[in-house]
């Protein structure tokens, strides 16, 4: 257990659905990521939260949308996702504030995943 | 930021040492090595990270060499369950935040 929890573990959801996956992290953390991983394929960082102000959009597609309504939580929402988009969404915690030099406080803790499934 | 070379693939026999090296030649001076690990489908573990000195915690031991340009993460009695995908990742944190750029890591096969 890391302290960072995500749900569902796995998702199924056809191509006009909406859901949303949730990530809570028990650290007190004030950063927190999401990050998709598809198959045979490294990491991709998607978005970044410090003190729930988003700091990073790496290109990501509208059809992502982020939420950070405090610092223990992060949600992604999802509506009208393509079938490339299966792929586990993970979820990643740090200490946050982004002063040079802080090594230790930033290093990321993850969550186990959700293994999203589109139809 | 810098990127890392690790050979895709290795074996180690049960209860032997496992020495999974690294290459980053680019590293700039505030950048940090962090080791983590994946096992098959479940979110990335922690291992240890490190600057110029040596680190060791109760899962490993990290090396970097004096000039910082490669480091090797040893795994002292490696089990079965250690088995899993190993990331070597430079990086340093600004106003924007922290980035941990994943590459294709190594796959450490654990064999009895």
């Known amino acids: 257990e890391t302290g960072v929890t995500q749900t569902p573990r796995h998702l199924v959801m056809g191509m006009t659905n909406k859901k949303s996956l949730k990530c809570e992290q028990h650290l007190g953390h004030n950063a927190m990521y999401w990050y998709k991983q598809s198959a045979k394929k490294p990491l991709e960082l998607m978005f970044v939260?410090?003190?729930?102000?988003?700091?990073e959009n790496n290109s990501v597609p509208s059809r992502f949308s982020p939420e950070c309504p405090n610092s223990s939580h992060l949600f992604l929402h999802l509506h009208t996702l393509q079938p490339e988009d299966s792929a586990l969404y993970l979820c990643?915690?740090?200490?946050?504030?982004?002063?040079?030099?802080?090594?230790?406080?930033?290093?990321?803790?993850f969550g186990p995943g959700t293994r999203l499934l589109v139809l | 930021d810098a990127k890392t070379t690790q050979p895709p693939s290795m074996d180690c026999a049960e209860g032997r040492a496992a020495n999974l090296p690294c290459n980053h030649s680019t590293i700039s001076g505030n950048e940090y090595v962090y080791w983590y690990r994946q096992i098959h489908s479940q979110g990335p573990q922690y291992i240890i990270h490190?600057?110029?000195n040596n680190e060791t915690n109760e899962m490993a031991s990290l090396i970097i060499t004096e000039d910082r340009k490669s480091s090797t993460l040893i795994l002292p009695h490696a089990t079965l369950r250690d088995t899993a995908v190993y990331y070597c990742?430079?990086?340093?944190?600004?106003?924007?935040?922290?980035?941990?750029?994943f590459g294709q890591g190594t796959e450490l096969s654990v064999k009895p």
């Open positions: 490190g600057l110029k």
């Open positions: 939260y410090n003190f729930k102000e988003q700091t």
């Open positions: 990643a915690s740090s200490q946050g504030g982004w002063a040079s030099g802080r090594g230790s406080q930033e290093t990321q803790y």
């Open positions: 990742i430079v990086s340093s944190y600004n106003n924007q935040g922290g980035k941990l750029i």
